[in-house]
């Protein structure tokens, strides 16, 4: 009997030492979804990411990025993570409402006066925070990557709010969007971002917000003869992953999966600001759209129209997080 016990004993062990070889040897695999081409600022950060990440951690960890929505949507993305089919993710910040009310503060019209201000509330306190505002629902925030601040485009020109009284304008799913543009008489209308050329075209729509990379690279500025210089929102992206592939990793990986992943993302945001300024000027030279440029008169009205939505929100999204917001301004 004590043979018998031993054998199995023995028996255990081994197959446990062979279950831990296999999976020392196999690496880990990070299945990175996202929507957009591999030659926009949020595709370049994935491959430097998977660059980085082949570099320094070969046979440990295997990257494979999965460019224009190959595997999941923007809307879908969050659920396949958590059932995990999918590792990392970025979908813009207004995709988050179903998960928390705090990260509406980047839709807020008018509340950084540029991408510097956005950047220093992100890596402040407060930003750092809200990355993990949805761990208890299963998700953890790594990074935010930048798009830009949005303008407004319209079929007709846009200097005052009244200018945009009873027009349409196509939003992303979000209340603060949709408060923003009742605000100033307008109207919202919700609708996937694959549709807003054929909109615009078709003119079902008078006009749209969005960063300059988007209006150029989407052409929007062929079928919208005017663009406001606005700079009246930021549109940026969460990268995300779950808590329990996160948290299951072993620590001293996942900090070196984490110093690949910032330095990833300081390079997309880099290329993101680059790409701001030269895609104004492309529309600037084709000549196909005029850029309004608002005084600081005009300007004020907008943003003295639009600013109670500030306080409509507050509730929700949370008074510290909102002066924290404005502070990083100064």
Known sequence: MKKKL????LLAAATMMVSATVS??????????????????????AVKFKELIDERLA???????FPNSQLF??????????????QLAAPSLSKFNKYTDSLQIFDLPFL???????????????????????????????????????????????????????????IMSSDVLEAQFHAIDAMPLKKPFSEVFTLLQTKAIDGQENTWSNI????????????????????????????????????????EIKQALDEAIAFGNKVADEKSVSDRQQ????????IVTLTDAQRELWVESMKPVWK??????????????????K
Do not use: C
Not at 73 to 86: Q, R, T
Not at 283 to 290: A, V
């Open 59 to 65: 046979g440990k960890v295997e990257v494979e990025v």
């Open 6 to 9: 031993l054998f199995v004993s």
């Open 312 to 329: 409509k929100f507050e509730k929700e999204i949370g008074k510290e997080y909102i002066d924290a917001a404005i502070a990083s301004n």
């Open 112 to 170: 950084f006066k540029d991408m510097d201000a956005v950047e220093k509330f992100q890596k402040g306190a407060k930003g750092q925070e809200l990355l993990m505002s949805m761990k208890n629902k299963g998700l953890i925030g790594l990074g935010y990557l930048h798009n830009g601040l949005k303008q407004l485009s319209a079929s007709d020109k846009l200097v005052v709010p009244a200018d945009a009284a009873k027009k349409k304008f196509r």
């Open 216 to 255: 150029y690279s989407k052409k929007f500025y062929e079928v919208q003869p005017y663009i406001t210089e606005s700079n009246h929102g930021v549109l940026d992206y969460l990268v995300i992953t779950s808590t329990e592939f996160w948290m299951g990793l072993p620590s001293d990986l996942r900090g």
């Open 73 to 86: 949507g923007d809307n879908k993305v969050i659920e396949a993570m958590l059932l995990g089919d999918v």
């Open 283 to 290: 529309i600037i030279d084709s000549k196909r759209s005029e």
């Open 24 to 45: 020392m040897a196999s690496p880990v695999v990070i299945k990175f979804s996202h929507v957009v081409a591999e030659n926009t600022p949020k595709g370049q950060m």
